[in-house]
């Protein structure tokens, strides 16, 4: 029998921004598959009927939201320096979808998608509302079956909402998680019903801290609207993931 074949674990972050936000996961996965392969490195395929490369992804982002860090795994059959793997992979690489850095993990480590459970995400408003409503539960439907999911179970820290920028941190359960589009688009209908006058119930009001000069100068700049008219339907603009951190020992080790 013959012994098992070495791999080298290399984990790459990459961005996912521009026109190519609107890909699907799916979408993202076969384009940096491609990426690979045109960086000529010696990716470790599975065994069987169906041999594909062996890539794992961090979690994943849902279309129309970006990233600045986006992770995957990739493993090679051979060891090529972290610096020349990054100049072979940035070559091959478009520029919405662009591998940042390379760095070799240990072949047990967790996966990306577990160690890293908690995302932090910045979403830029059409325009500045005095306060922002967030739902105080959600009803999705998935498989046919309608779940109620509470953002307060997802959410890490505060809801920050500085001018027509809002930051927040959702952590990803074993259970489940909680889309970061889902959760605004329901904090900005709901602003939208209470501006329309309408009563709104079941929601926490987040109040707005004051705008930052450097900001409101930018968005002017950029022909943005400024402050909430009464007349005005709050949009989201877009929604970045910037960060993703890692969780408890306890939560990496149940999985």
């Excluded at 478009?94 to 979403?123: G, H, N, Q, W």
């Excluded at 959410?155 to 001018?163: K, N, S």
């Amino acid at each position: 029998m013959s012994e098992p074949q070495q791999v080298f674990r290399l984990r790459l972050t990459f961005a996912k921004q521009g026109r190519l936000a609107m890909l699907s996961h799916l979408e993202v996965a076969r384009a940096l598959e491609r990426t690979v392969r045109r960086a000529g490195l010696p990716y470790a395929v599975s065994q069987g009927f169906s041999p594909h490369m062996l890539i794992a992804f961090g979690a994943a982002l849902p279309v129309g939201v970006g990233g600045t860090h986006e992770i995957a795994d990739v493993r090679l059959t051979h060891y090529v320096s972290a610096d020349k793997a990054l100049s072979a992979l940035q070559e091959a690489s478009v520029a919405d979808l662009m591998v940042k850095d390379c760095r070799y993990i240990e072949p047990k480590a967790a996966a990306a998608s577990v160690a890293f459970p908690v995302s932090t995400y910045r979403a830029l408003l059409s325009c500045t509302p005095a306060v922002l409503p967030l739902p105080d539960e959600i009803h999705v439907v998935r498989k046919k079956k309608e779940k109620v999911l509470h953002p307060a179970e997802f959410l890490v820290g505060d809801f920050q909402l500085t001018g027509a920028v809002a930051t927040f941190k959702l952590e990803a359960k074993p259970t489940g998680s909680l889309r970061p589009d889902l959760l605004l688009r329901e904090a900005v209908d709901n602003y939208n019903l209470a501006a329309s006058g309408e009563i709104v119930q079941g929601v926490t009001w987040v109040e707005n801290a004051v705008a930052p000069e450097a900001m409101i100068a930018k968005k002017a700049e950029r022909g943005l609207d400024l402050p909430c008219c009464d007349d005005d339907a709050l949009r989201i603009l877009n929604i970045t993931r910037i960060a993703q951190e890692q969780g408890s020992a306890l939560q990496v080790a149940r999985h």
